[in-house]
């Protein structure tokens, strides 16, 4: 009878939508947080939803903002707690309310890079740890950016070109067109190097580029790849062409290079870092559109150190305000891009978008043009009636006991707890079960991360943590000897497998309207 449920009683999967902060305003973020977190009157939105989100924050900048002269704190185009390269406050005291309420809870990079990147210092990332530690920040994921070159554990993609045509050893590609029509430049795709490599759909190696160079050709204007062998498979001119230069990994992770950085990262307690999903992963997944098992792989780094890659859905062209409500459904109802399922019974889903910008071409396909004003492009809302509806939808999935939503750090959190737990079942370094008098007593003596050691666990590590069992209302959990108060657990009758369980209370929902402290 005893083992571990995948996920608190009654939900069947667990689901966070994790938001880069790339473009976002002060003003985007309140109004969008303020109906997704809280049940207040929101305006054209109606009621909020109340549901768990988190989003990720920049604090500063690598390199000057602008002309380098300092904004008024009202700048809503500047929602970052310091102000550009200084430790100068902006939006800071802001920023610290919301990381208390859980509606901040992961870090993009640390910073977005202006001009010149080569800015980064590692003392500006020792400024930004020291603050953390200052106000009681302990971030627990890192989401990379764009094509920072301190990003840790996602290669450098750029969608470069859509093909026009190959042979059995080079491939033919023309520049992708700028947004106002005109042709694209053929310079980017001239200097790849040695070995990066081709993916066809955004999704799928085919090939590498060989040891010549490149040959640009004006008619037509394209430009000739070099291939290390020949073509797998044929595809028709205009499929989309992805080149990732994986040969050359990020450096945030390189000893030796100037914007190595992660040693510090982990020293301060990050573990989680978003990374690329595996092509085998990608396939039985849909890419991630029905779910993972689990969203933490471990990632070995350049400079030897482990840690977990995190795997979300990340649907090219739709990560951004305007599709989010599509991807909310696809996760609830499942699409054709999805094989016609939601995704699977027993699953993790982390959704991303970036809600501080939206889709100007609106064609929810793999190319999208950026429009940073939401509010203007939505005509005078944070969202469209489409996404609204789908919270809406997401909010009755939890309700009815489905879908439970979690910010990305608590789905992370629990995520590694249940793991761990599962692994080291019945043993001194996960829980055992003894009989005490007659009733089970489950006793979690550690939760042993196999990458970063042994600890024992609080109350809210273990918020959700369910066990079958015999009797729920006899059985007890402890964390070594000391019992969890009764208060904390909740005991819960038989579910689709006909079991009784025995559980550590979720945390509680926090509807607060954060945004009213000011």
């Not at 600890?455 to 069992?469: H, K, N, Q, V």
Request: charged residues 25%; proline residues 7%.
């Amino acid at each position: 009878m005893e083992g571990l449920r995948k996920f608190p009683f009654p939900f069947r999967n667990m689901l966070a939508v994790l938001s880069d902060t790339d473009l976002s305003s002060k003003a985007e973020f309140e109004g969008m947080h303020r109906f997704m977190n809280t049940e207040a009157d929101c305006g054209p939105l109606g009621r909020g939803v109340g549901l768990d989100v988190g989003d990720t924050f920049w604090m500063g900048t690598v390199g000057r903002d602008d002309d380098g002269s300092p904004p008024s704190e009202d700048d809503e185009r500047c929602w970052r707690y310091w102000w550009s390269d200084t430790r100068r406050e902006i939006h800071a005291a802001a920023m610290r309310r919301y990381i208390a309420a859980g509606w901040i809870d992961a870090t993009h990079a640390l910073f977005p890079f202006r001009k010149p990147r080569t800015a980064f210092t590692r003392e500006q990332v020792r400024d930004v740890l020291d603050e953390w530690r200052r106000i009681g920040f302990s971030p627990l994921v890192w989401i990379d950016h764009a094509r920072n070159p301190w990003n840790v554990a996602t290669y450098r993609t750029a969608i470069l070109a859509r093909d026009a045509g190959a042979g059995d050893t080079t491939l033919l590609i023309a520049p992708r067109p700028r947004a106002d029509g005109s042709p694209g430049s053929l310079a980017r795709l001239e200097r790849l190097g040695p070995g990066a490599a081709l993916a066809f759909g955004a999704t799928r190696e085919v090939a590498r580029l060989g040891d010549a160079p490149p040959v640009a050709s004006q008619e037509p204007r394209a430009v000739a790849l070099p291939l290390t062998g020949p073509l797998a498979h044929a595809y028709p001119a205009g499929t989309l062409v992805s080149v990732h230069p994986d040969a050359k990994p990020v450096e945030g992770a390189v000893p030796g290079s100037p914007f190595y950085c992660v040693d510090l990262a982990v020293a301060a307690g990050i573990r989680v870092f978003w990374t690329n999903l595996a092509p085998d992963l990608q396939a039985a997944t849909e890419r991630g559109r029905r779910g993972f098992d689990t969203t933490l792989a471990p990632l070995a780094l350049p400079d030897g150190t482990s840690v977990w890659g995190l795997r979300r859905s990340y649907e090219y062209g739709q990560t951004n305000n305007t599709w989010l409500g599509l991807c909310i459904r696809r996760a609830l109802r499942g699409d054709e891009l999805g094989g016609g399922r939601p995704m699977d019974p027993d699953t993790y889903m982390i959704i991303s978008t970036h809600l501080g910008y939206a889709d100007a071409d609106g064609v929810p396909d793999d190319d999208y043009t950026i429009e940073d004003d939401v509010w203007t492009h939505n005509g005078g809302r944070w969202f469209t009636e489409d996404t609204v509806a789908a919270f809406r939808e997401l909010r009755a999935a939890q309700d009815e006991g489905r879908v439970l939503v979690a910010n990305t750090t608590r789905l992370v959190r629990y995520n590694l707890a249940h793991d761990m737990l599962t692994r080291h079942a019945l043993t001194e370094h996960g829980y055992t079960v003894e009989d005490h008098a007659g009733a089970e007593r489950f006793v979690v003596h550690a939760i042993h991360d196999d990458l970063f050691g042994s600890t024992t666990p609080s109350l809210d590590d273990l918020r959700g943590i369910t066990f079958y069992c015999h009797d729920p209302a006899a059985a007890e959990i402890h964390i070594g000897g000391a019992a969890i108060p009764r208060a904390e657990l909740q005991a819960n009758g038989p579910d689709d497998t006909g079991r009784p369980s025995i559980g550590v209370r979720w945390h509680r929902f926090d509807r607060t309207d954060h945004t009213a402290r000011q």
